[in-house]
Every structure is written in C-alpha cells, then in structure tokens.
C-alpha cells in the first residue's frame, strides 16, 4: 500500500449502492461530529454503544473513570472479540483495565500468541520468516496518561466500539491480523480529579470563553496521579501502581508498536511522531525511526481526509526513555506520541475559531484507526523488526566498553534491592555474584553482590538505564539527559569491562526485601539501631507511633551485642528498654516489628557503658521529637499560574506519607497566615513560588522552633527574605550568545539550561543533615542557579565537587565553571530554628532513594542543630 498517494475514502456511489450500503452508515460511529470510518460498512446493534450504557454520546461530556470502565465491561459481556483484563488498582483504588481485542479464533490460541510473541525477544534466533507468518501483531493503544488531557479516553471508548462492533474489510483485518491491547485510562485518578472540575463547572449552554471557570481548574489540576507524579515520566523508574501495573502487561505481550494519546496547548494543531531527529536518544535505531515515519503516513492520510492540520519532526523528542512513547524504541517496539490541541473544556476560543471537544476525539479516533491499519500493512516489517532488534543486540553493543554491571547488597541493602526491583520489573536478568571481584578500588563478595549483564535479551535496556553519559548530538532537551540508575538509587556499584569466569552465580528470581533481625535476641536494657538504612526514618515513626521515645547519638562509639563488639556511627537510634508509660514487652514487639517490615538490623546492648565513644545515655544523645510536618500547597493567590509546584509537592507527599508512613499536613499558602503553625515543627517549602507565603507569620515560627526545608528553586524564598544570607554567583548568558542569528537565539539560551543532570556533592559527614552518608554523594540537579558556599561555620553541609561536579548528564562548559564548589546543601541556624536549604532536588520522581535519606535526615534531625 502506498498511503500517500492512495485516498481511501472516495468510494463511488455506484459501487456502495451496489453492494446496498447507504452513504453514511459505515460512518455510523457513535460521535457527535461526522466522523469517517474507513474500511467499515456498519456496526453489528447487539454491541451496546457507549451513549446506551453511559448516559451520553461521545464528546457531549466528558466521561468519568467509572462509566469507561463500566462500558468496556459492557462490551466485554457481550462480544466474542473482547476480553477484559486488569492489571491493578490505582492509589485511590480505582480498577486499572486493558481490553483484548482480536477475533475469537485468535482468542481461542492467545496464550500460544502471546508466548510467540514473547518469543521473538527471548529465542529470536528461533523465530523463522515461515513462523512469523500466522503471527499476528501486537499493538498496546494507551491514552490519557494525563487526567487532563481527556480526548484520548473517549477516542478508547470509540475505538473499543469500532472493533468489538464494526464489519468490514478494515476491521476484519484489524482484528485477524492483530492483537490490540486497548488501555483507555493510563491515569484515572488525575482523570477523575479534572473531570469532576469540568462536568461540575458547566452549564447546559457550554461557553468557548477560556477566562471561563470550566476552563481553568484549580491547582493541582488533573495532570498527575493521586501523589501528583507526572505517569508520563514513569516508565523506567516504575514507582507507582499504574506504571508497574502497564509495564508488567507491557512484557508479558511484547507489543510491537506502543501508542501514546496526549493534549497540548490549544492554539497548535496536531502532532504525531517522528520528533526532532537529532534529539532522538542514540540508544534508538535508525531503523525505528523509519518505521515510525513509514507509519507516520497513515496518520497523515487520514487527518486529511478530514482537514485537520498536523506537523511532525518540531518540539517532541525522542530521548528519555521514561516516556510512553520512548520507552518501546529501547524494547524492541516502536512508540508513538500523539498530541491533540485541547479543547480542555467541551469548547474553546482560538485564533482559528472554537475548538470543540468532539472534534479533538475525532482526530485521536482518527489517528487509533490509522495506526491498527498500519500495523496490519506493516505487520511482517514489525515483527521482523522485533525479532531483529534482539538478535542482534551483540552486534549493537560490540563497541560498548561495560559488558555487565555489579552491585553491592550489603552496605545499602534496601536501596539495592529497589533497584534490583525496578530492572526486574523491566524484564532485566539478574544473577548473584559467582566470585569475589574488584573493580574501580572496591571488592565485591560473592553472594554478597548482583551482575547485571549486557548479555542477556535486555542488554540494550541494561546500557541505556545504567550508563553515564556526558556527549550528546544535541544540547536541547524536552525532559531530562540522564537518568543513571545505580546513582540514583545511590548503591555501590561498579560496571566491568571483562567478565571473569565464574561470575554468574544463580540466577535472582526474588527481589523482595529482606528482613531485618534483631541481633543479640531480646535485651532488658536497650536497642540501637545503625543509621544510614533506607527505612531507617519508617522504624523511626514506628517507634513514635507506639509512644517509645528514641535517643539519636551525635558521635560514633561501640557497643557490645550478642558478646561481639559493635561499631555505631553517627545517627543511631538508641531505644530504652524501660520508659515511662511503655512496657518493656511493648518495646520488645516494636523493635521486632522494625526489623522484620523495615527490613533493619536493631541490636540488643545490655550495658550502658560503651567501650569506646559516649555512654548511651549520654547528654549529645538527646531525645528525638516526633515530626509534625506542613507541607506548603496551593498558589496562594488564588491563580492557576505560579505558586507551589505539584511535582515537588507530590514527591514529598509521597515520600513521607506512603513510604516512610507519616503524616504530613497539606497547608495551602493562602491558608498560611491564619493557621496555628505551633501545630508543626517542620515545615516545607517544595518548589515553586513562595511569593505569597507571610514573611513575618514564618520568620516567627522559626525563630521559635521550628525547621524550615526549602528544595531547588524554592530556596530563593528564604533568602529573599533575609532569614539566611548566601552570594548567588552570575553568568551572563546574554553576553554567551551574542551574535547568534535570530532564528537560533531560542536553542542559544536553551544550551546553557540544565533539564536534568547528575553531580557530585561532597558532604559533611559529621552534620546531622548528613548522617548515614559518606563523603560524597551524586545528587539530581536542575536549574541554573548557583550560591557560594556560607562563611558560616559549619552551614554548608554540602558543596559541588571543584574538580568534576557532572558525573552524568549535559552540562554546558559556562555551567560547568558555574558549579564548581558551589553550595549544594545549607543548614543555617535562625533564633532558635533552622532552615535546610537543598539546591538540588532530593526527591526527584520517587526514584531517587539514594539522596531521600538526606531529606528525612532534615526532618528527623532538623530539631537537634
């Protein structure tokens, strides 16, 4: 087929009279704007349509989470082409769904199917031209993967209607020849969030006005998930139950092409993929992007044949593969971002006249159907495609230097093992070490270590989420330019250039945590607990929670447990036996508790004399106060525009509340002022514009007592107002690009950004902020403002590397200079509080668990500077 030249959709009256079809009822799908379907000549009636079991036809409102689920469970009752499956629960609860869509022959061997296709990854050498003949492909259509962005659901519910309903050439081919996995809501809760705004903030007469209220929800806005993560960026961290839910069943099929439904700003058209070629990640075969532009041409034929505008090759990269539409080009498969002009509301004001809603799902119906007529043209290329992406992984890795990498599972064990979790989620092969090795001036024990090799189905996966990279063909980034795993999670860990025999040991098939035990067995006097593990600051509330009062020590000593000396760092955790208002058997099951679901090793001590260092009850071992914790929200004004940012927010929110089991207060700025503040201890600025927090309501607060925590950008609020003094350095960038064309200014100025690298901070390990940590740390930086260190004695907790700050990701020269020594961690005293300055972001995405302990360090020990 050549569909740039063919246009299918002129068929001659004659010809449909002919076969008695009357012009328009193969266009029947029930939408409220004309919509073509081509290849179909009607619609079977014993399929429900989406406007008899939801209320409403199609792009007349904006359908709940609960009624698509409802109409896909409708269909699947009653159609022979439908399987309904979930793949989990969101943090709300709501049911995660994917329709399976093919003809009931196919159905009968899905399992023989789906095993094939898996097959074509694993034993590609296997797989013969004859063989792929009968298979047909697999194609996983996602959508909505922000709330707000709403037109890719419906399209789901009509595309689901389309095949489950429709007869003719097209749909027959659909459904023989491919396997379509239809996931009509890739984030429910962030859809219900924003659905709810604008069904509730409507009339019967809708308005195009975008100062309208229907169209301007308020913050946080239905983007994100429950903890406000953007699932768009999730993909390769897989942090959250919707991410590991779809990437899960993502593996289990192996789908060749991957297609990802987004909105963007009203005034564009349309945009489907390929993005900007030179921002394409070098990890990306040349051959995926041919195949993308090969498929390109379908959608191009059929939203012409409607009228609708559309670009490709402008603004949308290719490069991170934490993307639902990047994230299939490192596995074999092609994905594809489709990004709709949004009406957000059912209509709206544009320079080219009012945009509805229907007609933006009309153009994502559009564009599902030319992708399944794409795949079934294309079928063969695709699948050879695949096959050939993993049998000749060795050839394309031939000049990579790593040919494994090795991880330490005893110093940071937790964090080990999360990481371990995360690759094996991605399908990645891991083996306990074989051998005792060194590398890079650290030895690995055998057993005590995991391999990661390249050699395996998922090498090219292995490269590309492990290795550092400082090169790049482009300086201009949609996202971020690196995403290092194993510095990240903040393990020990080193990559091998050779690999020795005998390094395989067995291959890893559990990946959960391991338990704690409490070492010495029960103690009548106290417990301690070694600082520095990931849960560490759980066990730590647990503690609290059960009214047991721990002591933090503020030098190292030992201690004797279980008749073998013990060395304890800084940090530690001392647990008196025998308090007040607790017994000695509530303390027992709590510290037991801690071990076995904190997965932490306490240890018993029976003496209060240590051989070395202080006494346990020792005056530097104060007693911790439980955190009270206000996390600043909202935009204070009352705009959409500016105040806190919901990405920081949420992974606070999340850090605290879902992992380490704390409360935290959510506190709108605009609430700020007339709140109880002696309520908290600690407070935290996330990110964002502070600019309508009250200045003297929160001096006062902290001068009294309490711990202010500003992350990234939110820092410049404290020093705006004077509470701590800090140099900012100045580059001028205006003076970098001078002489640069007109044309070329926008990508000048964007070359001395940072989206998103990692550095190298040096620490003080003696400060409470870093207890737990060693002399350095890579920590996740983005944004260009750089501080000098305090001439405050010890305030400066934390500074860049003076030498070699980047240790991955893309850095300007001009920067480079910029962040050499500079401040990376403050911690100031203010009256009788503190505020903890982090110019980086600690928590970035939930995937950073290396530099989090740094952040709970602040909240646990910020009362004790």
């Given at each position: 087929m050549q569909p740039r030249t063919s246009k299918r959709f002129f068929i001659p009256l004659?010809?449909?009279?002919?076969?008695?079809?009357?012009?328009?009822?193969?266009q029947d799908v029930?939408?409220?704007?004309?919509?073509?379907?081509?290849?179909?000549?009607?619609?079977?009636?014993?399929?429900?349509?989406?406007?008899?079991?939801?209320?409403?036809?199609?792009?007349?409102?904006?359908?709940?989470?609960?009624?698509?689920?409802?109409?896909?469970?409708?269909?699947?009752?009653?159609?022979d082409r439908v399987v309904l499956r979930s793949h989990g629960r969101t943090y709300q609860g709501r049911r995660l769904i994917h329709a399976v869509v093919t003809t009931p022959?196919?159905?009968?061997?899905?399992?023989?199917?789906?095993?094939?296709?898996?097959?074509?990854?694993?034993?590609?050498?296997?797989?013969?031209?004859?063989?792929?003949?009968?298979?047909?492909?697999?194609?996983?259509?996602?959508?909505?993967?922000?709330?707000?962005?709403?037109?890719?659901?419906?399209?789901?519910?009509?595309?689901?209607?389309?095949?489950?309903?429709?007869?003719?050439?097209?749909?027959?081919?659909?459904?023989?020849?491919?396997?379509?996995?239809?996931?009509?809501?890739?984030?429910?809760?962030?859809?219900?969030?924003?659905?709810?705004?604008?069904?509730?903030?409507?009339?019967?007469?809708?308005?195009?006005?975008?100062?309208?209220?229907?169209?301007?929800?308020?913050?946080?806005?239905?983007?994100?998930?429950?903890?406000?993560?953007?699932?768009?960026?999730?993909?390769?961290?897989?942090?959250?139950?919707?991410?590991?839910?779809?990437?899960?069943?993502?593996h289990d099929w192996k789908p060749q092409v991957l297609t990802d439904f987004h909105e963007m700003g009203s005034e564009a058209t349309y945009f489907f993929q390929p993005g900007v070629p030179e921002r394409t990640n070098p990890n990306t075969t040349r051959r995926n992007q041919e195949l993308t532009g090969a498929i390109a041409e379908y959608h191009a034929d059929y939203l012409e044949d409607i009228g609708s505008l559309?670009?490709?090759?402008?603004?949308?990269?290719?490069?991170?593969?934490?993307?639902?539409?990047?994230?299939?080009?490192?596995?074999?498969?092609?994905?594809?971002?489709?990004?709709?002009?949004?009406?957000?509301?059912?209509?709206?004001?544009?320079?080219?006249?009012?945009?509805?809603?229907?007609?933006?799902?009309?153009?994502?119906?559009?564009?599902?159907?030319?992708?399944?007529?794409?795949?079934?043209?294309?079928?063969?290329?695709?699948?050879?495609?695949?096959?050939?992406?993993?049998?000749?992984?060795?050839?394309?890795?031939?000049?990579?230097?790593?040919?494994a990498y090795v991880v330490d599972r005893t110093e940071h064990s937790t964090r080990a093992q999360a990481l371990a979790q995360v690759l094996d989620r991605h399908d990645v092969r891991l083996f306990n070490l074989g051998r005792t090795i060194q590398s890079d001036g650290e030895t690995f024990q055998a057993g005590e270590a995991y391999v990661v090799p390249l050699d395996q189905p998922q090498g090219r996966f292995v490269k590309a989420a492990m290795e550092r990279t400082s090169s790049y063909p482009d300086s201009i980034f949609y996202d971020v330019s690196t995403?290092?795993?194993?510095?990240?999670?903040?393990?020990?860990?080193?990559?091998?250039?050779?690999?020795?025999?005998?390094?395989?040991?067995?291959?890893?098939?559990?990946?959960?945590?391991?338990?704690?035990?409490?070492?010495?067995?029960?103690?009548?006097?106290?417990?301690?607990?070694?600082?520095?593990?990931?849960?560490?600051?759980?066990?730590?509330?647990?503690?609290?929670?059960n009214n047991v009062r721990p002591r933090v020590t503020t030098d190292s000593f030992t201690a004797e447990s279980g008749g073998q000396p013990q060395s304890f760092g800084r940090g530690s955790i001392v647990v008196q036996v025998r308090q007040r208002g607790v017994s000695p058997d509530t303390v027992h099951a709590v510290v037991q508790r801690i071990a076995e679901q904190d997965y932490v090793n306490v240890y018993a001590v029976d003496q209060g004399l240590t051989p070395s260092g202080p006494?346990?009850?020792?005056?530097?071992?104060?007693?911790?106060?439980?955190?009270?914790?206000?996390?600043?929200?909202?935009?204070?004004?009352?705009?959409?525009?500016?105040?806190?940012?919901?990405?920081?927010?949420?992974?606070?929110?999340?850090?605290?509340?879902?992992?380490?089991?704390?409360p935290v207060s959510l506190l709108d700025i605009s609430d700020v002022s007339n709140a109880d503040l002696s309520r908290y201890n600690t407070m935290v600025l996330a990110g964002g514009d502070f600019d309508d927090v009250p200045k003297e309501a929160v001096t006062q607060w902290v001068e009294g007592g309490g711990t202010l925590i500003a992350i990234e950008d939110a820092v410049e609020w404290p020093i705006e107002q004077e509470m701590v003094d800090l140099e900012e350095r100045t580059l001028d960038v205006d003076s970098l690009v001078q002489g640069t064309d007109y044309a070329n200014l926008p990508?000048?100025?964007?070359?001395?950004?940072?989206?998103?690298?990692?550095?190298?901070?040096?620490?003080?390990?003696?400060?409470?902020?870093?207890?737990?940590?060693?002399?350095?740390?890579?920590?996740?930086?983005?944004?260009?403002?750089?501080?000098?260190?305090?001439?405050?004695?010890?305030?400066?907790?934390?500074v860049y590397d003076s030498q070699t700050p980047r240790l991955s990701g893309y850095l300007s020269d001009e920067q480079r200079e910029q962040a050499r020594g500079a401040a990376s961690i403050e911690a100031h005293e203010v009256g009788g509080g503190q505020v903890i300055l982090f110019m980086d972001n600690p928590n970035f995405r939930a995937f950073w668990y290396g530099t989090n302990g740094l952040f709970l360090n602040a909240v646990l020990f910020g009362q004790i500077l």
């Open positions: 004659v010809l449909l009279l002919t076969l008695g079809i009357l012009p328009g009822v193969a029930p939408l409220s704007i004309e919509t073509p379907t081509p290849g179909t000549n009607a619609y079977d009636d014993s399929i429900p349509t989406p406007g008899e079991v939801i209320g409403h036809e199609i792009g007349t409102r904006h359908t709940r989470p609960a009624q698509a689920v409802r109409y896909f469970e409708a269909v699947a009752e009653v159609s022959s196919n159905h009968d061997r899905l399992s023989e199917i789906q095993s094939r296709s898996r097959r074509l990854t694993t034993e590609p050498g296997t797989f013969s031209q004859e063989e792929m003949s009968d298979l047909p492909a697999v194609v996983n259509m996602g959508y909505s993967i922000h709330g707000d962005e709403a037109s890719g659901t419906e399209a789901a519910i009509l595309l689901l209607y389309h095949l489950a309903a429709g007869n003719g050439p097209d749909v027959e081919a659909a459904l023989d020849e491919v396997v379509t996995l239809i996931d009509p809501m890739f984030n429910p809760d962030g859809r219900d969030r924003f659905v709810d705004w604008v069904n509730d903030n409507r009339g019967g007469t809708p308005t195009a006005d975008p100062q309208d209220r229907e169209h301007n929800q308020p913050w946080p806005g239905g983007r994100t998930n429950h903890y406000l993560f953007d699932l768009n960026r999730d993909w390769l961290p897989v942090q959250h139950p919707s991410s590991q839910g779809r990437v899960e069943y993502f559309f670009y490709t090759r402008e603004t949308y990269d290719d490069f991170y593969y934490g993307k639902g539409s990047t994230y299939p080009d490192v596995n074999g498969a092609i994905g594809i971002l489709f990004e709709q002009a949004s009406s957000r509301a059912l209509k709206r004001e544009t320079d080219e006249g009012d945009v509805t809603y229907a007609f933006t799902v009309r153009n994502q119906f559009m564009t599902s159907m030319s992708t399944l007529k794409a795949v079934v043209d294309q079928r063969m290329d695709l699948l050879r495609y695949q096959r050939d992406f993993f049998a000749n992984r060795e050839e394309a890795l031939q000049d990579v230097e790593a040919e995403w290092t795993l194993p510095l990240a999670f903040g393990v020990d860990s080193a990559e091998l250039n050779s690999i020795p025999s005998n390094l395989r040991g067995d291959r890893i098939e559990d990946v959960s945590y391991e338990s704690g035990a409490v070492v010495g067995g029960r103690s009548s006097y106290a417990y301690v607990l070694p600082w520095g593990d990931y849960f560490g600051p759980r066990a730590v509330q647990r503690l609290h929670e006494d346990l009850g020792s005056r530097g071992s104060p007693i911790l106060e439980e955190p009270s914790v206000a996390l600043l929200t909202g935009t204070g004004g009352g705009s959409r525009y500016g105040g806190t940012s919901a990405y920081n927010v949420g992974e606070v929110w999340h850090l605290l509340s879902e992992r380490m089991e704390m990508e000048a100025y964007a070359a001395q950004g940072i989206g998103g690298s990692i550095f190298r901070t040096n620490l003080d390990p003696t400060h409470p902020v870093a207890y737990g940590y060693d002399e350095s740390v890579p920590v996740f930086r983005v944004g260009t403002g750089f501080y000098e260190p305090s001439e405050t004695p010890g305030a400066s907790v934390g």
